[in-house]
């Protein structure tokens, strides 16, 4: 009970407590806060991943595509793990808005809106037509036109605060789009003659996905129309992949394994039919899999930041044995008293690791707390920064991020905690250990011989 | 003195201290009993020894050589638990600069040692017992109304009868007291040594060690400290 008494006494009137505390204060809060906004920025790069690509992938890097599509997509229809399965043109073209000399190289993606809105959050990202996806390529000043989806950032200006300003009704824009149809065989399809494909379409709709690659530089398609720019809806009609999503209760990891032993099992099926040796370059991947390469540089990026926050913890376990050695010499006397009257060595280590204890919880609330706190208000503060000194953590006419994510996990924080108080128990171990060993007759100072 | 009665005994008790690159011997083989109920005083003049003898005498130090024994038992033979629970029972030491623990109230360093052998859950069972004990000690040596106070807030002679109190809260067998009234003014160490007297008449067994010959013949029995040996011993009647 004294131990608990004492090292509580210590904690509240020694002032030099008070620069550990807030050594593991300050500590706690930095590593709060960055890892809040880093976890957070990774965790939604991912969803939005998610969102875009849906659960799975059965796809080509091939820009010939794969044919017997249909066909897949019917099988996976009646399988009972699936939820739904769109297929998907990709490739690059050439875009001219018509009447002006300019010419973007941009990707495309042919979708049929409906099916694919089943399997990502199509309709969510676009502007006008979030309620009526069926009509996504239908443009409102004239819906007999052929629509085209633009990446948001495509279409519209960023503001410095990351907001786009959308007209009532996007503007009549005609954009030329030139393809490079293809062979089965990966040949020009036109060679010798016009060597692309090119057809106008109408800015029907803005797409905003929250990846800024994609943004910038994607527009949607009719899946039938990128499919005859591309050369892919010949009589064996070809495509790049199926996005598909799988039911709510499927493990991604397990609906991914049945859906490659299903596409085992159809190439097999298809052997020895027209164009099947394109079948052999399609792969089936999950989500993550497949926006592997952008994704990875994000969690590298986190990873690399954890590593050095953790060196902050480690500074912390410095700070704290400084202090502890600090405060141990001036308490010397206060051992040679304990021991005195019968406390073991053990106990003295147990005092002064309760002290710890209680410094490294104390700290490690006060850090939470301010480090929550302040998250609650980053927007604000950063907004204020902005307005005020034009300040922002990051430029968003550059990065695709809205607010910053401040939602503060519960486990994350913790592990921080946890953290903190073990940095400040191996902080003072040592300390500690060496203030046990310590002879009564010479921390009394009583040898007077 | 018979055999039976002797509490503390030291048989050849030899102590050097490394000073640089000297050795300081201070204690030159030291024969000394202590009988039950006795009041001894150890005098001798500054460097004596007479301060390492009773940090020995109370397992705060060892020797280098020699033998202590209490109540028949060799202090050499305890394990570190043992050691403790001698210190913490039958021992209670009594130091010239008080030695009180800042962070704790009066009433709070009085009953200390009764707290400091304890878990947690024996001491809540205790608690109340340990601190009427505390209070009346604290009433015994006139401070009833100071329990609350912190030491910094006493006299010094106020702070040793706290410290006093705190070496007899756990009745210990034996009192050790280094240079007690060494701190204070002479009507304050009279007050401290009538209450050694008073506790001695009781029949508390004492070791007082002093430098002043005249506090000394407070005491039943004077040992001389010189050159690290026993010059000389003397009983008062």
Redesign the interface.
């Known amino acids: ?2 131990k ?3 090292a509580t ?2 904690l509240v ?1 020694r002032r030099i407590t008070y620069f550990a505390v807030a050594a593991v204060a300050l500590c706690v809060f930095i590593v709060v806060v960055v890892m809040t906004v880093m976890t957070g920025l990774v965790s939604e790069y991912k969803q939005k991943n998610h969102n875009f690509v849906g659960d799975c992938v059965v796809g080509t890097e091939s820009l010939v595509g794969f044919p017997y599509y249909e066909d897949f997509i019917k099988e996976l229809d009646e399988k009972d793990f699936i939820d739904g399965a769109s297929p998907v043109i990709k490739s690059y073209a050439m875009i001219n808005p018509v009447a002006t000399e300019r010419n973007i190289a941009a990707e495309i993606m042919g979708i049929e809106p409906v099916r694919h809105n089943k399997v990502t959050t199509f309709a969510q990202m676009l502007y006008y037509r979030k309620n009526n996806v069926s009509k996504a390529f239908e443009p409102i000043y004239d819906p007999n036109l052929a629509g085209c989806v633009l990446g948001i950032d495509l279409a519209i200006e960023r503001d410095a605060n990351s907001r786009y300003y959308h007209e009532v009704s996007p503007s009549q824009t005609a954009l030329s789009i030139s393809c490079f149809p293809l062979t089965a065989k990966g040949a020009l399809a036109k060679a010798g003659t016009d060597l692309v494909n090119t057809q106008i379409f109408y800015y029907s709709d803005t797409l905003q996905s929250g990846l800024a690659q994609v943004d910038s530089s994607m527009i949607y398609l009719p899946f039938e129309q990128a499919q005859l720019l591309c050369g892919m809806a010949g009589p064996v009609k070809r495509a790049n992949a199926i996005h598909i999503k799988f039911k709510p209760n499927v493990q991604p990891r397990d609906g991914c394994e049945k859906t490659a032993s299903l596409w085992q099992n159809f190439k097999q099926e298809k052997a020895g039919e027209n164009q099947t040796e394109l079948l052999d370059s399609v792969t089936v991947q999950g989500w993550k899999d497949y926006r592997r390469a952008h994704i990875a540089a994000m969690e590298k990026e986190q990873t690399m930041m954890i590593a050095m926050f953790g060196l902050v913890g480690i500074t912390t376990v410095f700070i704290v044995i400084v202090v502890f050695y600090m405060i141990i010499s001036h308490k010397s ?2 051992i ?10 053990s ?1 003295i280590i147990q005092l002064f690791l309760a002290f710890a204890f209680l410094v490294g919880l104390l700290g490690s609330a006060i850090g939470a707390v301010g480090g929550w706190r302040f998250l609650v208000h980053i927007n604000k503060i950063e907004g204020w920064l902005f307005k005020h000194f034009g300040f922002q953590l990051w430029d968003r006419t550059i990065f695709a991020i809205g607010d910053i994510p401040n939602r503060v996990e519960l486990s994350v924080l913790t592990v921080i905690i946890l953290m903190a108080i073990a940095s400040c128990l191996v902080g003072a171990l040592v300390p500690s250990w060496q203030a046990a060993k310590l ?3 010479e921390t ?1 100072q ?4 | 003195m018979s055999k039976n009665s002797i509490m503390l005994k030291a048989e050849g008790l030899y102590k050097s201290y490394q000073m640089g690159a000297t050795e300081v011997k201070v204690l030159k083989g030291i024969e000394l009993a202590v009988g039950q109920g006795e009041f001894v005083a150890i005098v001798g003049a500054s460097g004596s020894g007479k301060s390492t003898l009773l940090h020995i005498l109370g397992a705060l130090d060892k020797p280098d050589k020699g033998i202590v024994s209490f109540q028949g038992r060799q202090l050499s033979r305890f394990s570190s638990g043992e050691l403790n629970r001698f210190r913490n029972k039958m021992v209670g030491f009594v130091f010239q600069f008080y030695h009180l623990l800042d962070e704790l109230d009066v009433l709070e360093n009085v009953y200390l040692p009764a707290m400091a052998m304890k878990s947690t859950i024996g001491w809540l069972a205790c608690r109340n017992w340990a601190k009427n004990r505390a209070k009346e000690l604290l009433d015994q040596l006139g401070l009833g109304e100071r329990a609350n106070h912190k030491p910094y807030q006493l006299s010094g002679g106020e702070r040793q009868r706290v410290a006093i109190g705190r070496a007899l809260m756990n009745e210990p067998r034996l009192l050790l007291a280094d240079e007690p009234t060494g701190n204070l003014d002479s009507a304050t160490g009279n007050g401290i040594l009538d209450i050694f007297e008073k506790l001695n008449r009781a029949g508390q067994t004492i070791v007082m060690v002093t430098h002043d010959e005249r506090i000394a013949e407070r005491a039943g029995r004077i040992i001389t400290l010189a050159d690290g040996k026993i010059e000389h011993k003397s009983t008062i009647a």
């Open positions: 009970m004294y608990i008494i004492l006494r210590y009137k006397k206060d040679g008293i304990l021991k005195s009257i019968g406390v073991s060595n106990n002879k009564p007759v009394l009583v040898r007077q011989l």
